[in-house]
């Protein structure tokens, strides 16, 4: 296990002993004891049973000497809480099967807290912390409204999301109440998460990348904004992550966020070089280059590593999360190399 | 039909009467004529037969103002000069019976010209020129080698190319390999587009958003330049276009392209600042709002014209193509306000 608070300090920009590491879906199928519980249990049985979900946490940080639990869990449940009835089919992605189409579906949508089960999470969230005991930190999470509410649209996943995207431009007002709503269940759910336990939130805006600047600026953001505005009395780290936002990034310093991650198309210098000392960063090596043979993958690390010296505030992690053919032991040896880095 | 040199002046960065028009899949399957022709025959079916794929890139042409034609084909079927099995199943995407998954894969591809029937759109070139008869430009196309070698390897399509991330990573040389080989068919089949009487060529790199900054710069691009150079005494114009690439914006000027075509996530006017007035500029309307009332696609059409008001080397087009749904009249109403727009 790693140092109760390599993490957090980082996150504030304090100086630590050695660069902080966990990776974005670090509990998951690439390892055995997660695929075990995966032959009895759905992925959304895990996520409400506390106890499992609990365990799953808990399965990469007894494993690896990772710096911070991650809750396990999914962005889409909080959908549930609006009325959305979701589902995973086997071997594929979500589906919605009632998702939104009019504007009028988005006057439907009401906020019932409780009918999405997310105090499941909670819960887990206070059993892994009690486990945990203060020896490492827990991040709770959500998804950013943007992207909760292109597949409440879409239904599903999607290449381009071609109508959420349609939907946005034809119903630019409901497009907004729907991210309101949303930004008031994340916004909830998030504090719930920090009460429970954790010490660290972050919002995951996996499509934000299909909008332009200009329409990142005007929908996306203020609710970002709002969202960790209404939890800055907490004083828990915010972190922001999305991908495919290159074109995003010199406003990304408005989210509020005290923590940025970024994914490989980006360099962790050019982001450092945007945002000053102010902002601290996470990310950022191609969750792919973890499949090939350490001295490679080692390699590309310290070159991560080796950019981001002497910066404080950085937060080593993946640009996605690990891809579920990779390796349990490069995991393990990605993380004993980053602690063992010295310039 | 629009007029002969508009589109070509406006590549040379030369002034214009009015800002040229064309959209990227301008033939397809929005027209009703185009999908009665597709009740009888198969996407290939139409790219191998000269006299059919010579009508359906004639069709936007005749129902529209259009400033430039360009051949109807598909980015695929080159790599079945390398002797990949190409098919497209029905409502789906492409589908390569024998992707590569090795090195040796590699080793074991040869380019046998003609094995592709290339030919056949060459023939359509030809026929179309005849036809249009200096009327109007007709613009040539091909994928770019990082595209075409991604879906080589993958197989199909897919939405983030791990098989391929993964290959290019772990078969570095391999990769460059079946880089250079595409890149040598890439180049002989736009020098024999141009010599059947295609007036400027497009490069598509619809898959290029996929890597970082370096691997751009050391896969991709040289590859990209070694194309255009080859092309360099032909003059005529050569168009790069790829998407999600904004990570990648401020490296494009080493293309050599002398038109840089970019979707809707980048900002013209940010182009041009990169660039400067030695390059044109393409795009970029988010294709997606053309789905919608007039009034909203021309205000967002006038706010792009607008941004390049005295810019000269500006053609309008969209950020990527045409969507299957959109009314056939939109087309007509965009080109037509682009037409008429005066500052």
């Known amino acids: 296990m790693g140092r109760p608070d390599r993490f957090l300090k980082a996150c504030r920009r304090l100086p630590v002993d050695k660069v902080p590491v966990w990776l974005m879906r670090q509990a998951g199928r690439y390892m055995p004891e997660y695929r075990a519980l995966r032959k009895d249990h759905s992925l959304l049985e895990l996520v409400r049973d506390p106890d499992l979900a609990a365990e799953v946490t808990l399965q990469p940080v ?13 962005i889409l449940p909080v959908l549930e809480e609006l009325g959305f009835d979701l589902s995973f089919a086997a071997g594929e992605g979500p589906v919605i099967a009632n998702p939104i189409r009019s504007a009028a579906d988005v006057d439907r ?5 409780g009918r999405g089960r997310l105090e499941a999470t909670c819960e887990a969230i206070r059993r892994v912390c009690r486990t945990l005991n203060g020896d490492l930190p827990l991040i709770g999470f959500a998804g950013a409204p943007h992207t909760l509410a ?13 109508l ?20 008031g269940v994340v916004s909830a759910y998030l504090q ?61 310093h ?19 070089n945007l945002y000053g000392p102010e902002i601290a960063l996470q990310g950022n090596l191609d969750p792919t280059v973890l499949l090939e043979a350490p001295e490679k993958f080692c390699a ?16 080593f992690n993946l640009g996605h999360g690990v891809i579920k053919e990779t390796p349990p032991e490069h995991v393990q040896a990605l993380v004993d190399f980053v602690h063992a880095y010295q310039r």
């Open 164 to 183: 959420a995207r349609h939907f946005m431009q034809e119903e630019p007002a409901a497009w907004g109440k729907l991210l309101d709503l949303l930004s």
């Open 192 to 252: 719930a998460q920090i009460e429970a336990g954790a010490r660290a939130v972050q919002l995951f805006d996996s499509w934000i990348g299909i909008l332009s600047p200009d329409a990142f600026g005007s929908t996306a953001l203020p609710r970002i904004q709002s969202i960790f505005e209404a939890l800055e009395r907490f004083e828990v780290p915010r972190v922001y992550f999305g991908t495919n936002m290159a074109a995003l990034l010199p406003l990304l």
């Open 62 to 74: 007894r494993a690896f000497d990772m710096d911070a639990a991650i809750i396990f869990s999914d």
């Open 254 to 272: 408005q989210t509020g966020a005290d923590v940025i991650g970024i994914d490989w198309r980006v360099s962790l210098v050019h982001a450092r």
């Open 150 to 162: 292109c597949y409440a649209v879409e239904g599903g996943s999607s290449r381009d999301f071609a």
């Open 300 to 315: 590309e690390a310290k070159r991560i590593l080796d950019s981001m010296v002497g910066q404080p505030g950085y937060i």
């Open 109 to 113: 949508c009401t906020h019932t807290p």
